[in-house]
């Protein structure tokens, strides 16, 4: 059987940091035009950063939540970028924030078709239901990843907290889909 062509790209990295201090959120409100804050409905205020293209949830106690990076050089891009917007209010953040990835987005192909009625009864941990969705869900056992498998190949996997623990994900569903195909 010829050798399954993986091509996988990270569409989006969600993580978490502290800024060690604490946040006006109202003064950075009302500075900022790239804010939006309301405290009554959510108790974050969300940051738009255009470059690197991401969102940032600020609380005032200092915690971040970024979201939309596709790398790990743009997420600390978008951590320096924020920096920057607090220093524009005064707001002098004297230690590196600790970046924690949260969860990895990956989309792309394995290079197979896949039979999702025949995966759907052969694996378990899968949830199928063609008639709502087009994509079977997957949660490949002794990994965080969860995978979407659609019968042209192509796959989305989330819950990885790194690239290398998303490239060892991808090959091993890549050898349980082969060993099934036998």
């Known amino acids: 059987m010829a050798k399954a062509k993986k091509e996988i790209k990270i569409v989006n990295i969600v993580c978490s940091a502290s800024l060690g201090q604490d946040i006006p959120l109202i003064k950075l409100a009302e500075t900022l035009p790239n804010t939006e804050y309301n405290p009554e409905q959510f108790p974050g205020l969300v940051m738009r950063i255009r470059e690197p293209r991401t969102s940032a949830l600020i609380f005032s106690s ?19 970028a924020i920096i920057k917007n607090l220093a524009r209010i005064k707001i002098r953040i004297k230690a590196v924030p600790k970046v924690n990835v949260q969860n ?79």
Request: proline letters at 3%; charged letters at 30%; a positive charge.
């Open 62 to 80: 200092g915690k971040i939540v970024s979201t939309g990076a596709k790398s790990m050089k743009k997420v600390k891009e978008s951590v320096r």
């Open 104 to 182: 990895m987005v990956a989309a792309g192909s394995i290079g197979m078709d896949l039979n999702l009625n025949s995966l759907a009864m052969e694996l378990e941990n899968t949830e199928y239901e063609p008639e709502q969705f087009p994509g079977l869900v997957y949660k490949l056992p002794g990994t965080r990843a969860t995978f979407l498998l659609f019968s042209n190949g192509k796959i989305v996997c989330t819950g990885t907290r790194s690239e290398t623990k998303l490239n060892e994900a991808v090959d091993k569903l890549i050898k349980v889909l082969k060993k099934l195909k036998k």
